[in-house]
């Protein structure tokens, strides 16, 4: 940032994950326990609702899988796509009527604050309408704020002319099992159909991977996109038309893999890049609309449902990270094939070392979603507008998947910390996943050109010795000097053959069985054999791939730096600093985090620290760990681990171009199931906060935590922008390399005098 009354102009650049003395055990999007289900599925052992008699089994719509929809041609690289149709000339019920099929799964939201009994209140305050209901099933919440559901049994209510009437209890399961969203849909649907009908499913959310709807009663349990394919495949032979839409009232659902899937069974999708508050949808809004205006469409409703979601986050000042947008379905499949086209031009282009660490280096700044940071926890999701920008100095078609993205986005809006989202994000890797993470995304993926182009990067790392093995672990290659690396020689050494059957096609999506004792469709579970190597990547802090032209020293104006070599230069995609504040008694370096305070000269390869001194504090004077969570030309946003009134959080601080700082609130993160917390807390006078810190001994480098000292707010709560107080500090370059692996320098120590200013110490 500016130092206030400057005139540096800093490089932007991307945040640091890991330094070289501390490698903590770091909470991602996706937990080994999130992907247990996966392993392989087990049948629900209580009792189910007997169905109608039909054997489900012996139906498949136009003789399609819904794992054969996307087909890819490895000869000539073109995508077909083969939907499975409805008739929409014969409606699902009167005209003028709507129906929508609330999933609600309370979890900790119901449990903690009442979040679900606010939106059932709301649902029931809608204006009186014999057109208009919700169909409602909860269950999820370990207990409930209200007097008509409870944490024992699945209920059925619905909602309609200002009364909430249950028609049906069910035994209790988890919500975030196949069998128990089937069995609704399959119930809410020939009970209560209408001509217009939409599915909602309320509860935290993950993204792609880690899908939706959280059952606190079962393990925090949830569904995977590809258990909500199974579910909505159950029932789609008892439909004449698709849903009109299904929404999210969740965060991180807005993805083009999950508009793939639900392209199969809806006209329009709603759903959200980023976090959504507590608050959710306005469900008093959304009934009012559909009274007034029965023969809506689901995009007419949906830019309801977007407007008036807007407008509850901006009531209560909670609008900076919103994001919601209405998808039309029926134009995905033209994005999906651009898409498929740009990934293709992507994954050849990544043949070139240059175009591979520039694509990467971009992508790493494209907007992202859900933290993806060190305190907070991973989602990787990224803007999928922004990482076709992203590549599109290297690749053909980047203009033609933004031009299709535009068309798919019906209407869209975003609060003022994600102004340019582009409406739907997608899975990239930003922090390597585990095998189970990347044979799910194997599983759900829009490319075969994709796959590889991440394949690629995370056998590259495997190749470039990050696991800590010898040369010969995967690529029996010696490692070859000209080339700085062992796992590529002249003719190659990526094969994508896998992807592809013995007639050259590579199709999407899983395989699928049927479960009679459910009555619904279940997904076989991902192979994650090719992607067991994923498993041994570790961060080193010593990258093989970084090679320096002059070595990090302190020059003779006091200016830290160092040159990297050309072959380095292709092989880096991102440089930063990270700084530690000595303890008072010297046995212990306190990590503060990153800065942006770096003079980067990507041309030559030159990159010297430009740190002014100045950091984040409380009004008290402890300096803040704060880490890098988005930002853009006028703004930053930082994440800091703390305990607010005793609970372990992150405090989310945005700072302005002109230095101006604000404090957004405090946000959990992402939990060890893989949910993104909903609500970002706002501070209030008398709240407590202690800081947090990583640590590391100074004398053992054992990694270890640091507390510092309670600060009572006092009127408005504010962070100061300022010199860092007198002290000694540390201070190292950290260099990420393509493939996740980094580099740190060694330390130098600097020291701030009473007066702020910043010196090295002279080595």
Same mark, same amino acid.
């Given at each position: 940032?500016?130092?206030?009354?400057?005139?540096?102009?800093?490089?932007?650049?991307?945040?640091?994950?890991?330094?070289?003395?501390?490698?903590?055990?770091?909470?991602?999007?996706?937990?080994?326990?999130?992907?247990?289900?996966?392993?392989?599925?087990?049948?629900?052992?209580?009792?189910?609702?007997?169905?109608?008699?039909?054997?489900?089994?012996?139906?498949?719509?136009?003789?399609?899988?819904?794992?054969?929809?996307?087909?890819?041609?490895?000869?000539?690289?073109?995508?077909?796509?083969?939907?499975?149709?409805?008739?929409?000339?014969?409606?699902?019920?009167?005209?003028?009527?709507?129906?929508?099929?609330?999933?609600?799964?309370?979890?900790?939201?119901?449990?903690?604050?009442?979040?679900?009994?606010?939106?059932?209140?709301?649902?029931?305050?809608?204006?009186?309408?014999?057109?208009?209901?919700?169909?409602?099933?909860?269950?999820?919440?370990?207990?409930?704020?209200?007097?008509?559901?409870?944490?024992?049994?699945?209920?059925r209510f619905v909602i309609q002319n200002e009364e909430i009437e249950e028609v049906e209890t069910v035994n209790n399961r988890s919500m975030g099992d196949t069998a128990t969203l089937?069995?609704?849909?399959?119930?809410?649907?020939?009970?209560?159909?209408?001509?217009?009908?939409?599915?909602?499913?309320?509860?935290?959310?993950?993204?792609?991977?880690?899908?939706?709807?959280?059952?606190?009663?079962?393990?925090?349990?949830?569904?995977?996109?590809?258990?909500?394919?199974?579910?909505?495949?159950?029932?789609?032979?008892?439909?004449?038309?698709?849903?009109?839409?299904?929404?999210?009232?969740?965060?991180?659902?807005?993805?083009?893999?999950?508009?793939?899937?639900?392209?199969?069974?809806?006209?329009?999708?709603?759903?959200?890049?980023?976090?959504?508050?507590?608050?959710?949808?306005?469900?008093?809004?959304?009934?009012?609309?559909?009274?007034?205006?029965?023969?809506?469409?689901?995009?007419?409703?949906?830019?309801?449902?977007?407007?008036?979601?807007?407008?509850?986050?901006?009531?209560?000042?909670?609008?900076?990270?919103?994001?919601?947008?209405?998808?039309?379905?029926?134009?995905?499949?033209?994005?999906l094939i651009a898409f498929n086209k740009f990934a293709k031009s992507m994954y050849e282009s990544g043949d070139n070392a240059e175009a591979l660490s520039g694509m990467i280096r971009?992508?790493?700044?494209?907007?992202?979603?859900?933290?993806?940071?060190?305190?907070?926890?991973?989602?990787?999701?990224?803007?999928?507008?922004?990482?076709?920008?992203?590549?599109?100095?290297?690749?053909?078609?980047?203009?033609?998947?933004?031009?299709?993205?535009?068309?798919?986005?019906?209407?869209?809006?975003?609060?003022?910390?994600?102004?340019?989202?582009?409406?739907?994000?997608?899975?990239?890797?930003?922090?390597?996943?585990?095998?189970?993470?990347?044979?799910?995304?194997?599983?759900?993926?829009?490319?075969?050109?994709?796959?590889?182009?991440?394949?690629?990067? #995370?056998?590259? /790392?495997? =190749? +470039?010795?990050?696991?800590?093995?010898?040369? &010969?672990?995967?690529?029996?290659? @010696?490692?070859? !000097?000209?080339?700085?690396?062992?796992?590529?020689?002249?003719?190659?050494?990526?094969?994508?053959?896998?992807?592809?059957?013995?007639?050259?096609?590579?199709?999407?999506?899983?395989?699928?069985?049927?479960?009679?004792?459910?009555?619904?469709?279940?997904?076989?579970?991902?192979?994650?054999?090719?992607?067991?190597?994923?498993?041994?990547?570790?961060?080193?802090?010593?990258?093989?791939?970084?090679?320096?032209?002059?070595?990090?020293?302190?020059?003779?104006?006091?200016?830290?730096?160092?040159?990297?070599?050309?072959?380095?230069?292709? #092989?880096?995609? /991102?440089? =930063? +600093?990270?700084?530690?504040?000595?303890?008072? &008694?010297?046995?212990?370096?306190? @990590?503060?985090? !990153?800065?942006?305070?770096?003079?980067?000269?990507?041309?030559?390869?030159?990159?010297?620290?430009?740190?002014?001194?100045?950091?984040?504090?409380?009004?008290?004077?402890?300096?803040?760990?704060?880490?890098?969570?988005?930002?853009?030309?006028?703004?930053?946003?930082?994440?800091?681990?703390?305990?607010?009134?005793?609970?372990?959080?992150?405090?989310?601080?945005?700072?302005?171009?002109?230095?101006?700082?604000?404090?957004?609130?405090?946000?959990?993160?992402?939990?060890?199931?893989?949910?993104?917390?909903?609500?970002?807390?706002?501070?209030?006078?008398?709240?407590?906060?202690?800081?947090?810190?990583?640590?590391?001994?100074?004398?053992?480098?054992?990694?270890?935590?640091?507390?510092?000292?309670?600060?009572?707010?006092?009127?408005?709560?504010?962070?100061?922008?300022?010199?860092?107080?007198?002290?000694?500090?540390?201070?190292?370059?950290?260099?990420?390399?393509?493939?996740?692996?980094?580099?740190?320098?060694?330390?130098?120590?600097?020291?701030?005098?009473?007066?702020?200013?910043?010196?090295?110490?002279?080595?």
């Open positions: 940032m500016k130092k206030k009354g400057g005139t540096r102009k800093i490089t932007k650049l991307f945040s640091c994950l890991m330094s070289l003395f501390l490698i903590f055990t770091l909470l991602s999007g996706c937990s080994e326990e999130i992907y247990d289900e996966y392993e392989e599925y087990e049948e629900y052992e209580g009792e189910y609702e007997e169905g109608d008699g039909t054997d489900y089994s012996l139906l498949s719509p136009d003789g399609i899988s819904m794992n054969k929809v996307l087909n890819v041609d490895k000869n000539t690289g073109e995508m077909t796509i083969n939907r499975p149709k409805h008739d929409p000339e014969v409606p699902m019920g009167e005209e003028g009527t709507w129906t929508i099929f609330v999933y609600l799964c309370g979890s900790d939201l119901e449990s903690g604050n009442g979040a679900a009994t606010d939106d059932l209140i709301e649902m029931q305050s809608a204006s009186t309408s014999d057109n208009v209901r919700f169909v409602v099933e909860t269950g999820g919440a370990n207990s409930w704020n209200n007097e008509y559901a409870s944490a024992d049994a699945l209920h089937t069995d609704f849909l399959r119930w809410g649907v020939k009970e209560y159909p209408a001509e217009h009908m939409g599915v909602v499913f309320w509860n935290h959310g993950g993204g792609s991977i880690t899908g939706v709807c959280y059952d606190e009663n079962f393990d925090s349990d949830s569904l995977s996109l590809i258990e909500i394919d199974s579910a909505f495949y159950s029932i789609f032979n008892e439909m004449t038309d698709r849903f009109e839409f299904v929404g999210f009232d969740a965060c991180l659902m807005g993805t083009v893999e999950t508009a793939n899937v639900l392209a199969n069974y809806a006209c329009y999708m709603i759903g959200s890049e980023e976090l959504e508050p507590g608050s959710g949808w306005d469900y008093a809004a959304i009934g009012n609309f559909l009274a007034n205006n029965p023969n809506a469409t689901g995009e007419e409703l949906g830019k309801e449902v977007c407007d008036s979601y807007l407008a509850a986050c901006e009531a209560i000042d909670d609008s900076a990270e919103a994001t919601l947008a209405v998808i039309n379905l029926e134009k995905v499949d033209d994005l971009e992508i790493r700044y494209t907007e992202n979603f859900g933290g993806n940071d060190k305190s907070e926890g991973f989602t990787n999701m990224v803007d999928l507008g922004g990482l076709a920008d992203a590549c599109s100095s290297f690749t053909s078609g980047s203009d033609d998947v933004k031009n299709a993205l535009a068309q798919v986005i019906s209407y869209k809006v975003s609060g003022y910390n994600h102004e340019t989202a582009g409406g739907l994000a997608m899975y990239y890797p930003l922090q390597v996943g585990g095998s189970q993470e990347l044979a799910f995304f194997e599983s759900i993926s829009i490319s075969p050109y994709y796959i590889s182009f991440i394949d690629r990067q #995370n056998l590259g /790392a495997s =190749y +470039a010795g990050t696991a800590g093995g010898n040369e &010969d672990d995967y690529s029996g290659e @010696e490692y070859n !000097e000209e080339s700085d690396a062992y796992w590529y020689d002249e003719d190659g050494w990526y094969d994508d053959s896998y992807y592809y059957d013995e007639d050259d096609n590579w199709s999407s999506g899983c395989e699928y069985e049927y479960d009679e004792s459910a009555g619904c469709y279940r997904s076989k579970a991902p192979s994650k054999t090719h992607w067991e190597y994923a498993d041994n990547i570790k961060e080193t802090g010593e990258s093989k791939l970084v090679r320096f032209a002059s070595e990090p020293a302190i020059d003779d104006e006091g200016i830290y730096g160092f040159s990297l070599d050309s072959k380095s230069l292709e #092989n880096v995609a /991102a440089v =930063y +600093a990270t700084v530690y504040q000595v303890s008072d &008694d010297g046995k212990d370096y306190i @990590e503060l985090g !990153e800065t942006f305070d770096v003079d980067a000269d990507w041309e030559k390869g030159t990159f010297k620290d430009y740190f002014d001194g100045y950091w984040m504090s409380l009004p008290d004077g402890q300096n803040l760990a704060t880490y890098v969570v988005d930002y853009d030309e006028d703004f930053i946003v930082y994440t800091s681990p703390i305990l607010l009134n005793g609970k372990e959080t992150n405090l989310r601080i945005r700072q302005d171009a002109e230095g101006n700082v604000t404090i957004e609130g405090a946000w959990d993160g992402i939990g060890e199931n893989g949910a993104a917390a909903r609500s970002v807390v706002k501070l209030k006078e008398g709240d407590v906060i202690i800081p947090r810190y990583y640590s590391m001994d100074a004398e053992t480098e054992e990694e270890g935590e640091w507390q510092g000292s309670e600060y009572k707010i006092e009127g408005t709560p504010e962070i100061v922008y300022g010199l860092l107080s007198e002290a000694d500090f540390l201070y190292a370059f950290c260099i990420d390399d393509i493939y996740y692996d980094y580099y740190l320098t060694d330390f130098v120590a600097f020291n701030v005098d009473e007066n702020g200013q910043t010196s090295f110490y002279a080595e």
